[in-house]
């Protein structure tokens, strides 16, 4: 850190000290820099706008004594919502298809030289991402569906 850089980082340290401090005593200087830092003094000093109620901790105690539910935030997706959902990631995926159908051999072959990968190590981490992606799937079908459990 050179000398200029020092000055300048001293400055700004000055100003938002006096900027904490008039706030705390409910003074205002002319000083623009002063007042720049002041509002951000005062923004840290004011109370968070969506803290929880004080009795909280205590509500939530009794709603888990008494076996009740806690509420739900948003509403599950209508199967309108899901079946819409799929038909886009479908349309998407038929898209991406169509696009590297169209246009793979124009961007594989740089970007495989570029990475320095052969098509056996590109075949193989195709193969890799698959199996990840199929035994995510599986184990979250699997969940859904074993007895005893519901999905969230």
Same mark, same amino acid.
């Given at each position: 850190?050179?000398?200029?850089?020092?000055?300048?980082?001293?400055? +700004?340290?000055?100003?938002?000290?006096?900027?904490?401090?008039?706030?705390?005593?409910?003074?205002?200087?002319?000083?623009?820099?002063?007042?720049?830092?002041?509002?951000?003094?005062?923004?840290?000093?004011?109370?968070?706008?969506?803290?929880?109620? +004080?009795?909280?901790?205590?509500?939530?105690?009794?709603?888990?004594?008494?076996? *009740?539910?806690?509420?739900?935030?948003?509403?599950? @997706?209508?199967?309108?919502?899901?079946?819409?959902?799929?038909?886009?990631?479908?349309?998407?995926?038929?898209?991406?298809? *169509? *696009?590297?159908?169209?246009?793979?051999?124009?961007?594989?072959?740089?970007?495989?030289?570029?990475?320095?990968? @052969?098509?056996?190590?590109?075949?193989?981490?195709?193969?890799?991402?698959?199996?990840?992606?199929?035994?995510?799937?599986?184990? @979250?079908?699997?969940?859904?569906?074993?007895?005893?459990?519901?999905?969230?």
């Amino acid at each position: 850190m050179n000398k200029h850089e020092s000055e300048i980082d001293e400055r +700004e340290w000055l100003a938002q000290e006096r900027a904490r401090l008039e706030a705390r005593m409910g003074e205002s200087s002319d000083d623009p820099m002063v007042a720049r830092y002041r509002k951000v003094s005062q923004a840290l000093r004011a109370p968070l706008p969506d803290a929880l109620p +004080e009795d909280f901790a205590a509500s939530m105690a009794r709603m888990a004594q008494a076996g *009740v539910a806690a509420p739900v935030l948003a509403e599950p @997706d209508s199967p309108f919502e899901r079946d819409l959902t799929r038909i886009l990631v479908g349309v998407l995926g038929a898209g991406a298809a *169509v *696009v590297v159908a169209i246009y793979g051999k124009e961007w594989l072959a740089p970007t495989m030289e570029l990475l320095r990968l @052969d098509s056996s190590v590109a075949v193989n981490w195709a193969l890799a991402a698959g199996a990840c992606i199929g035994a995510t799937w599986l184990t @979250d079908q699997l969940r859904r569906h074993k007895p005893g459990t519901h999905a969230a």
